[in-house]
Structure formats: structure tokens, C-alpha cells
């Protein structure tokens, strides 16, 4: 069994800052690439960041300059610094991790963590 939990959501000031972690575990083989992904209320799900098990990253447009995705490999974490919140990033950010347990890769997902930003 996998398990994804997501930490660090909460509620912020426009203009601050906040990190959140997401820690794999389980029975891991090995972790390909790992996103942060946003829903906002009555909106479809979003891909806010990737990054590969290489450390490439890309961004949603709406986040460049602002985001910043890393990952710690020897802690099958991944982090999202998201910094100068604006009202609109507020939404539930979920995890997701391609993970391989002996030899199929899956994608497994976070319970969410919710992020709050006041104007």
C-alpha cells in the first residue's frame, strides 16, 4: 500500500507565503515524476507544477515567478513554496506521485490540503 499525506495548507494574507509537503510511503520501488495539482470551488482540477525524479519542472502560467516545486528523494517528498498569494490561488492542492510498487507504475493521489488566501 501507498499513502501520499499533504501538509502545510492553511490560511494566509495576499501577499504571504506558504510551503507545502507531501510525504510518500509505503512499500516504494521507486517515484517518477510528482505534481501539485489545485481545485478551486466550482472549477476543474488544474496541473499547478510538475517535476520529474531528475528534477525538471515546469509550471502553470498562472504560478510562474510565484511557485517553486522540489523534491527530496532520500524523503519521497515533494514541496510546493508558494510565495506572493493572490485571492485566486485559494483552493484544495492535492498531490499526485507516479509510483512504482514491484513493477507497475501508478499514479496515486493526496487527501488534499486546503489553502486559503484574504484579500
Known amino acids: 500500500q501507498v499513502q501520499l499525506v499533504e501538509s502545510g495548507g492553511g490560511l494566509v494574507q495576499a501577499g504571504g507565503s506558504l510551503t507545502l509537503s507531501c510525504a510518500a510511503s509505503?512499500?516504494?520501488?521507486?517515484?517518477?515524476?510528482m505534481d501539485w495539482y489545485r481545485q478551486a470551488p466550482g472549477k476543474q482540477r488544474e496541473l499547478v507544477a510538475r517535476?520529474?525524479?531528475?528534477?525538471?519542472?515546469n509550471y502553470a502560467n498562472s504560478v510562474k515567478g510565484r511557485f517553486t516545486i522540489s523534491r527530496d528523494n532520500a524523503k519521497n517528498t515533494v514541496y510546493l513554496q508558494m510565495n506572493s498569494l493572490k485571492p485566486e490561488d485559494t483552493a484544495v492542492y492535492y498531490c499526485?506521485?507516479?509510483?512504482?510498487?514491484?513493477?507497475?507504475?501508478?499514479?496515486?493521489w493526496g487527501q488534499g490540503a486546503p489553502v486559503t488566501v484574504s484579500s
Open positions: 517535476i520529474t525524479s531528475s528534477g525538471s519542472t
Open positions: 499526485a506521485a507516479t509510483i512504482t510498487i514491484a513493477t507497475t507504475p501508478a499514479t496515486y
Open positions: 509505503g512499500s516504494i520501488f521507486s517515484i517518477n515524476g
